[in-house]
């Protein structure tokens, strides 16, 4: 079995710091959380998806997942972060979710976010 640690759990830590803490403390891989005030900004993600992933292997871990916050709305930049997936090696990716208020069914919710085309791409390229 394989371990890996949200990056959720450690804001006080850097990148570095962070890939430096899970070695040490035997884990696998590292799932980054996507957000503009924490360790992987996505609006940086594209440009840094090299050195990021570079990192991690260095320190002998994998990339287990991106965990993202971006609205799913946001097609161009779920595409930039399924991008980014493949350049990280990374074999996951969990985008930002349709947030339930009551004013529609769930179903409703569910059926028109997995139908939806735009994001056909994105589930082409995580899914292989």
């Not at 850097?14 to 996505?42: C, I, N, S």
């Not at 993202?68 to 990280?88: H, K, S, T």
């Not at 569910?110 to 056909?120: I, M, N, P």
């Amino acid at each position: 079995m394989k371990f890996s640690v949200q990056t959720a759990v450690l804001p006080e830590l850097t990148r570095e710091q962070v890939v430096a803490a899970l070695r040490r403390h035997g884990y696998d891989g590292v799932e980054w959380r996507l957000h503009e005030e924490y360790h992987v900004k996505p609006s940086e993600l594209p440009a840094r998806a090299s050195e990021i992933g570079r990192l991690v292997r260095d320190h002998g871990l994998a990339v287990s997942c991106l965990m993202g916050y971006a609205p799913l709305e946001d097609v161009a930049l779920q595409v930039r972060i399924a991008e980014a997936c493949a350049v990280m090696e990374c074999p996951r990716y969990r985008p930002g979710a349709v947030l339930y208020d009551g004013r529609r069914r769930y179903r409703d919710l569910h059926a028109e976010t997995v139908d939806r085309e735009d994001l056909a791409f994105i589930r082409r390229c995580l899914t292989g």
